[in-house]
């Protein structure tokens, strides 16, 4: 059957046509305790971080102020306090330095409501600087390589924090236009949404910059808290996308997020 170029043509249209749908989301009027905090081997104060969900896109979360907040290795319960300067972020009032394979639970009272988790924490092993290069055309750097996003032995976080405040011609800029702080993963599970994710944004910094690495543990809870998030973020909208599900979390009583206790090594070098 052969089709003339005006028939080809109102198919196209017909089929380009496009209708405005207004969708209803099925938004949840409770809000329930968002917990974020990590015990490290680091020798500084711990803090745990307490706000309440939201049920829109780019609301900003309500910090959660007068909670009681305890941290316990076992032998020892450290009280944690709410910092008078940023409402919902509770510290230790001293340094303590967590220990390999040491268990750690939290306890939040809240609300007349007991919420606990517990975690260990795991060694991890030593890394190589991450890479960079030089884009020619921009003449800035951007990190083109950290660790691989698979391992069969190892599940890691890595931070990066860039620095080009102290350069010329940047140190006059706001803070988020001479600064950077950058996460990757290694995971011990490769998902084919993972492989086929849409692309990252690429942060470009200038010769120069300080660049501060830190490599975190993740046990295996803390991994696949760490892949639902992903799941549900950066590996969200690709080529093999997922139906949206729940965030995996350690603690209880309906309380999301989670509690984490990660051994660290880090680094510190500048891009020339």
């Not at 109102?10 to 990590?38: A, T």
């Not at 890595?158 to 006059?172: A, C, V």
């Not at 120069?208 to 803390?222: D, P």
């Not at 309906?254 to 680094?267: H, I, K, M, Q, T």
Request: a negative charge; charged letters at 20%; aromatic letters at 14%.
């Amino acid at each position: 059957m052969k089709l003339n170029f005006a028939t080809i043509l109102l198919i196209l249209l017909f089929f380009s046509c496009e209708e405005k749908i207004d969708i209803s989301l099925n938004q949840s009027e409770k809000k329930y305790l968002i917990v974020n905090g990590i015990v490290t081997n680091e020798n500084i104060p711990k803090e745990i971080k307490l706000s309440f969900s939201v049920s829109n896109l780019n609301e900003i979360p309500e910090n959660v102020s007068g909670a009681q907040v305890f941290i316990s290795n076992g032998d020892t319960t450290y009280t944690l306090y709410e910092d008078i300067s940023a409402a919902g972020l509770y510290k230790t009032d001293k340094n303590f330095i967590g220990v390999i394979n040491k268990k750690y639970s939290l306890k939040i009272i809240y609300n007349q409501t007991e919420y606990t988790a517990e975690t260990q924490m795991i060694p991890v092993s030593h890394f190589k600087n991450a890479k960079y290069t030089l884009d020619s055309a921009k003449n800035l750097y951007n990190i083109s390589y950290i660790a691989s996003n698979f391992s069969t032995t190892e599940s890691a976080m890595f931070e990066i924090k860039l620095d080009w405040s102290n350069i010329e011609g940047y140190t006059d800029l706001p803070y988020n236009e001479n600064h950077a702080t950058l996460y990757f993963y290694t995971l011990k599970t490769l998902d084919v949404n993972e492989i086929f994710s849409p692309a990252k944004e690429i942060i470009y910094f200038p010769g120069g910059t300080q660049i501060f690495e830190k490599k975190y543990s993740l046990n295996t809870e803390h991994e696949k808290f760490i892949r639902s998030i992903l799941m549900e973020t950066e590996w969200n909208g690709g080529l093999f996308d997922v139906a949206e599900g729940n965030i995996y979390t350690n603690l209880n009583n309906g309380a999301l997020g989670f509690f984490g206790a990660s051994s660290v090594v880090f680094s510190n070098f500048i891009a020339e």
